[in-house]
């Protein structure tokens, strides 16, 4: 009898989704799989806007916790979602290849983005990037996964709201009326979904190992050592997106103030085999331009925020 593995993931539409591509990838190799849906705490509470319930791991605790009591072997999950520091005994083990990384404007009606705007995004980073390009508009939180997303926008008096494009493409849902927001950086790893299982089980390991796809791994790794070394365990609008094209790994990232004010952006680019020194280099670049103070000021608030 073939020994199962058992996938853990969120129960929303997308995190499915993903679920099922992995397990179709693991039949594919000839494993036995199971999917079992797991609720996170950032799925429960759709109210609170997610910088005020400490959102680093608010999606993927659960399955942490899944993992380490054994319920599960692997965990699937938006690896934009996944704190940079991963719980002891749990590992990464891959990264699928990536989708599309960018962000997108959903609207019902064509904007004058001249007037004042409402836009609808829970993002720090969405909302700081957003507010730096047009500091006239109003931004507003959206909670929910992203079909709940797409109904609020129909109903609320919004203008628009941001999502993430590779969501929507998944699961079909992409509406005709968005634009590519080909100025605004992603969050680092946004269309990558990564595996994680426990340091121990050799056997889930060596089965979703074979699905990691190389350069998606460099990428996403260069990124979120950029968050890494930025963020310190604070929330912070920060933006990372990395490319590999001909063996060279370019690289560009920033990081903002609350209310878009102050940038500071860096671009970079290496041999890609530098994969693992890029992302650290490009972060102390944005410390020394002053990104040191601007992180002090963005803890106080979130630190007061959160009490």
Not at 35 to 59: A, C, Q, R, W
Not at 211 to 236: I, M, W
Not at 280 to 304: F, H, P, S, W, Y
Request: net charge positive.
């Amino acid at each position: 009898m073939k020994k199962i593995i058992r996938i853990g993931t969120r129960d929303s539409e997308l995190a499915l989704w993903q679920a099922k591509t992995v397990q179709q990838q693991l039949e594919n190799l000839n494993y036995a799989t199971e999917i079992v849906p797991i609720k996170s705490g950032g799925d429960l509470n759709l109210k609170t806007p997610l910088y005020e319930m400490g959102i680093v791991g608010i999606f993927t605790k659960a399955l942490d916790v899944a993992l380490l009591q054994q319920k599960i072997d692997i965990a699937v999950h938006s690896m934009k979602d996944v704190p940079t520091v991963l719980p002891k005994e749990i590992v990464q083990v891959a990264v699928l290849e990536r989708g599309p990384s960018r962000d997108i404007l959903v609207y019902n009606d064509p904007l004058d983005f001249q007037k004042k705007c409402t836009i609808a995004t829970s993002s720090l980073r969405r909302k700081a990037q957003w507010l730096h390009a047009y500091p006239h508009h109003n931004v507003v939180p959206l909670r929910g996964n992203v079909n709940t997303r797409l109904r609020k926008l129909k109903t609320e008096n919004w203008d628009g709201a941001i999502f993430a494009k590779a969501g929507l493409e998944r699961i079909d849902i992409l509406p005709e009326n968005y634009l590519e927001l080909d100025d605004m950086i992603p969050a680092p790893a946004q269309g990558a979904v990564v595996i994680s299982s426990l340091a121990q089980n050799d056997f889930a390991k060596n089965a979703a190992g074979q699905l990691s796809h190389k350069n998606t791994h460099r990428c996403t790794y260069a990124e979120r050592l950029f968050l890494r070394e930025l963020e310190g365990g604070c929330l912070a609008p920060i933006g990372a997106s990395a490319r590999i094209e001909n063996e060279q790994i370019y690289f560009k990232g920033n990081l903002l103030s609350l209310d878009g004010k102050q940038v500071l952006n860096v671009e970079k680019n290496a041999p890609a085999e530098y994969y693992k020194e890029i992302g650290k280099t490009a972060a102390e670049e944005i410390l020394n331009q002053g990104g040191l103070e601007i992180m002090k000021k963005i803890r106080k608030v979130t630190d007061r925020t959160k009490k």
